[in-house]
């Protein structure tokens, strides 16, 4: 392990440790799951699990990267994160999964470039697997091709230029909500203007399946975690949201009226009367 990513990983360990998480990090067989490298937030035992692959060659920026999520997730930046009596299908996870990712991979790409440690070999093998195997560019498949476009241009905006022309002739309905998706990522600088694009991203995907007479709606299935500007912290909750019993469901939401977005599960036997306190 070099230096830098020593110093980096101190670094996340400390400051884990100052909001009262514990990051571990441990070795396994990786072979059989999607992704090479992952990280994991136990919210109850307050702990961050990342999880790097046995013997191999690009271990060192594989912790790099699962370091920088981590980082990104003790900074405030927001996940997208499921209720426990809701039912979710492989579409709902998969469109989870992406949007938060590129919510920060924007950043994080750049920062290992900056650092000079990047998985270079696993870069060229994802770009090389997903774009010379993209599903059709019709019905809604495409945009999961336009996540993976999306996410094959920040892993190597270079390599990515010998695929691009290609791709735009023969699935421009891909091309096209790549550049849109795009457009949105470019504005991400914080936690705060995170969400926002995330949000947009939400809005421009359910137009997308709407456009293929499929109805999909995020505000109803995930929940998104609220990221708070410093003169919202002085206000009373009532002010941000309000308590919500949802048809069919158990437990009680915390919505936020600004945007209509569940922030977060409460329990089932909560008193419904908004109590005035201040948002720590």
Do not use: W
């Amino acid at each position: 392990m070099n230096d830098s990513i020593k110093k980096q990983l101190e670094l996340i360990k400390e400051m884990a440790t100052s909001k009262g998480y514990t990051l571990n990090v441990f070795e396994r067989d990786t072979s059989q799951e999607k992704g090479v490298g992952s990280h994991y937030v136990d919210y109850a035992k307050k702990e961050i699990e990342i999880i790097l692959p046995l013997g191999h060659e690009e271990k060192d920026a594989i912790l790099l990267h699962e370091l920088i999520h981590a980082e990104f997730f003790l900074t405030g930046f927001p996940r997208i994160l499921r209720s426990s009596e809701i039912q979710y299908d492989g579409l709902d996870l998969d469109l989870y999964q992406h949007i938060e990712d590129l919510s920060q991979h924007v950043l994080l790409y750049s920062k290992m470039n900056e650092l000079k440690v990047m998985h270079d070999k696993e870069n060229t093998k994802f770009l090389k697997n997903y774009l010379t195997n993209l599903f059709p560019d019709d019905q809604y498949t495409f945009v999961r091709n336009a996540f993976i476009l999306t996410e094959s241009f920040y892993r190597n905006p270079v390599e990515f230029l010998n695929y691009e022309p290609d791709i735009r002739k023969t699935h421009p309905n891909s091309d096209q909500l790549y550049r849109k998706l795009k457009r949105v990522l470019a504005t991400i600088k914080s936690p705060l203007t995170a969400r926002y694009a995330i949000i947009r991203m939400f809005d421009i995907v359910q137009e997308e399946f709407a456009r293929c007479n499929f109805k999909y709606d995020f505000k109803e299935k995930c929940i998104l975690q609220s990221v708070l500007l410093e003169n919202q912290r002085q206000l009373f909750v009532s002010d941000l949201f309000q308590l919500v019993k949802r048809p069919k469901l158990k437990h009680i939401y915390l919505q936020e009226k600004r945007t209509g977005y569940y922030v977060q599960v409460l329990g089932s036997t909560i008193d419904f009367q908004m109590q005035k306190e201040f948002i720590k």
